[in-house]
């Protein structure tokens, strides 16, 4: 597993910010949360998506330190130790975190952090950070997730069968908590990612808007 050094924030840069915003997007697997994370990263200049380590297994389409930074369970224990993550959670048995001094380093530079992780993960950076803004996607029906599920034709009816009940069960813990700031409805791809970016326009004004509210007024 190869983690690149960032610089740490010591020395202002030309392209800093103190427009920070720390973004969690969730939502089950099959309801196109990904192609909505990225088309958020790509629609806004100033967005960073956080590469997560995982301990699951490297597939053919994922790129180490595009996808994810690939670990051992011993690198992953030894990041634990060493506190370096901001959240983790076990995932259908594979761990995935997310690593804490990168996510400081560019909120402090005034970036969009696009974080795409599970419910377990949002709780625990709602807890140390309130002001983060979560996003969960819904799929339009349990019917059209199921329909979806089965079109990617990845897995077998029983795993399927699990990777649905376990949707509804995120679904229904993301409704009941306070993690969340918006639910989207993704029934077409292209209004739930305008949905989502308008979002977030509107979070980062009023952020903006409280910055300047705490400044002193020049007279
Ligand atoms: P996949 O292995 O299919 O890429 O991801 C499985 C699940 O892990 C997804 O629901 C994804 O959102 C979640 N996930 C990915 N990275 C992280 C992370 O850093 N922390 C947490 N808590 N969940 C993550």
């Given amino acids: 597993m190869e983690v690149e050094r960032t610089h740490t924030h010591e020395h202002r840069l030309a392209t800093d910010t103190d427009d920070g915003l720390l973004l969690i997007i ?36 994922d790129v180490e330190g595009v996808d994810y930074h690939f670990a051992t369970n011993e690198e992953f224990d030894k990041l634990i130790e060493e506190e370096a993550f901001l959240e983790w959670a076990d995932v259908f048995g594979k761990r995935y975190g997310t690593r804490k001094r990168w996510v400081d380093e560019q909120l402090a530079r005034g970036r969009l952090v696009i974080l795409e992780i599970d419910v377990d993960g949002a709780r625990q950076v ?65 209004v739930a990612i305008a949905e989502a970016l308008e979002a977030v326009r509107v979070r980062r004004a009023r952020g903006r808007a409280d910055q300047g509210a705490d400044e002193p007024r020049a007279s």
Wanted: aromatic share 6%; glycine share 6%.
């Fill in 126 to 190: 709602k807890e140390k950070m309130p002001e983060a803004f979560g996003i969960f996607i819904l799929p339009p029906s349990e019917e059209e997730l199921l329909r979806r599920l089965r079109a990617r034709d990845r897995e077998g009816e029983e795993l399927i069968a699990k990777r649905f009940a376990e949707a509804q069960h995120e679904i229904s813990v993301a409704k009941s908590g306070k993690i969340y700031d918006r639910f989207i409805v993704n029934e077409d791809l292209d």
């Fill in 26 to 61: 969730s939502g089950p697997s099959g309801v196109g949360k990904t192609t909505i994370t990225r088309g958020v990263e790509r629609s806004i200049a100033d967005s960073v998506f956080s590469v997560s380590c995982t301990t699951r297994a490297k597939t053919a389409a």
